[in-house]
């Protein structure tokens, strides 16, 4: 289990293996693991095999069957667990098992396949003629991994005012700058537009009108971010910012923020010009 982003403490995953190529109905095994954003590694207890099974395979493949058995595994998403994006990957294992000269031992075989792949990534063969046979098989850690994400978001705002703030007709596009401390790819929503970003080179630049709103979701929790607003006082222009419920302040940039899974904040610049009679 890997995780990108920061998780908050013991959060708790639930991975699940069913019999057969579909998760559906009872999990033949179930196992939840806790973590706090460092990788884990969780694991079943094992498939045991006896010489019953290789019978029952035979007599499955006489029949038109396969000649394996087919497990799938799925990690459980948990909607109370908010801001994280779940790896939707789905792992399907076949087990095939093999007599070794009518002795009673079992060679088994496991094949590993991703999604809708056709062929397997990974093969494990435990041999009974090696000695290493114990009629189990045992898929290593790291052979299936499922990453998620921890995303947070925030909403930047811009609000023009003042006697002498531009026309309704000719709205005054302003410009800003977003400062990562990494390079990602995110979402970005103004009005109907929605898609798609990276930064380069840690950073973003966006414009906004007075009363347009810029949305940005996808971000890693834990990420640390910087936005500013170009500089407008040899404009006349008065810049004050607002984050979330904090009191305004007078200045043109929000210092360092860092991305969270609770709740999006907004963040309002308000340019106000005005001039007075003569």
Do not use: C, W
Request: hydrophobic letters at 30%; proline letters at 2%.
């Amino acid at each position: 289990k890997a995780v990108d982003g920061v998780l908050a403490k013991d959060t708790t995953f639930t991975f699940e293996l069913y019999k057969g190529d579909v998760a559906t109905g009872e999990p033949l095994r179930q196992v939840r693991t806790s973590t706090s954003g460092e990788d884990v590694t969780f694991s079943f207890d094992p498939l045991t095999y006896t010489y019953d099974d290789v019978l029952a395979l035979g007599e499955q493949k006489a029949d038109g069957g396969n000649d394996y058995y087919t497990y799938t595994l799925v990690e459980k998403a948990d909607l109370a667990n908010t801001g994280i994006v779940y790896d939707e990957t789905v792992y399907t294992i076949r087990v095939r098992l093999e007599e070794t000269d009518g002795d009673g031992k079992i060679n088994v075989y496991a094949y590993i396949y991703k999604n809708d792949a056709t062929e397997p990534y990974a093969t494990l063969h435990s041999n009974a003629a090696e000695g290493n046979n114990t009629g189990t098989v045992y898929i290593p850690a790291g052979t299936m991994t499922f990453t998620n994400r921890v995303e947070g978001g925030f909403s930047v705002t811009k609000v023009e005012e003042g006697n002498a703030a531009s026309a309704e007709s000719n709205k005054k596009s302003f410009n800003f700058t977003l400062t990562l401390d990494s390079d990602q790819t995110f979402q970005m929503k103004k009005g109907a537009d929605e898609t798609t970003v990276s930064t380069t080179n840690k950073t973003y630049t966006f414009s906004l009108k007075d009363d347009e709103t810029i949305t940005f979701s996808g971000l890693l929790v834990g990420t640390k971010y910087t936005v500013e607003e170009t500089s407008y006082t040899n404009e006349g222009y008065v810049t004050t910012l607002k984050v979330g419920d904090a009191t305004p302040t007078e200045t043109n940039t929000t210092g360092e923020q860092t991305i969270t899974a609770a709740g999006n904040p907004q963040i309002v610049f308000t340019n106000t010009r005005d001039v007075g009679n003569l």
